[in-house]
């Protein structure tokens, strides 16, 4: 059974950092995209950035570019998001989600990064960025 667990999450002041981990269990991390996303109170669940596990590519939304670093360790079949100068406007859950396909689709899925297209989800971890 596909299974993804966040870890990481917490509380930080801003201009802190913090690393988030997606554990992928019952599936290899080839050929998928592995998006991060986030919900905050009120808002709609947005895409954050996205991976492909094949080769590496890497996607951000404008909001995190420069900020935010995805990055995957296939062997431990984990994903990371590596979160630097974080804003309060970063407080939210962050979930990971996967799917699977081969380049193009992987291509594609990061590109839109839409979270109808993710069938694979994990629980949520919360951020909060406060002092």
């Known amino acids: 059974q596909l299974q993804l667990v966040e870890s990481g999450g917490g509380l930080v002041q801003p201009g802190g950092s913090l690393r988030l981990s997606c554990a992928a269990s019952g599936f290899t991390l080839n050929n998928y995209a592995i998006g991060w996303f986030r919900q905050a109170p009120g808002k709609e669940r947005e895409g954050v950035s996205c991976i492909s596990s094949s080769d590496g590519s890497t996607y951000y939304a404008d909001s995190v570019l420069g900020r935010f670093t995805i990055s995957r360790d296939n062997a431990k079949n984990t994903v990371y998001l590596q979160m630097n100068s974080l804003r309060p406007e970063d407080t939210a859950a962050y979930y990971c989600?996967?799917?699977?396909?081969?380049?193009?689709?992987?291509?594609?899925?990061?590109?839109?990064?839409?979270?109808?297209?993710?069938?694979?989800w994990g629980q949520g971890t919360q951020v909060t960025v406060s002092s």
């Open positions: 989600a996967a799917e699977g396909g081969l380049a193009p689709q992987v291509h594609r899925l990061c590109t839109l990064l839409r979270m109808a297209d993710f069938g694979s």
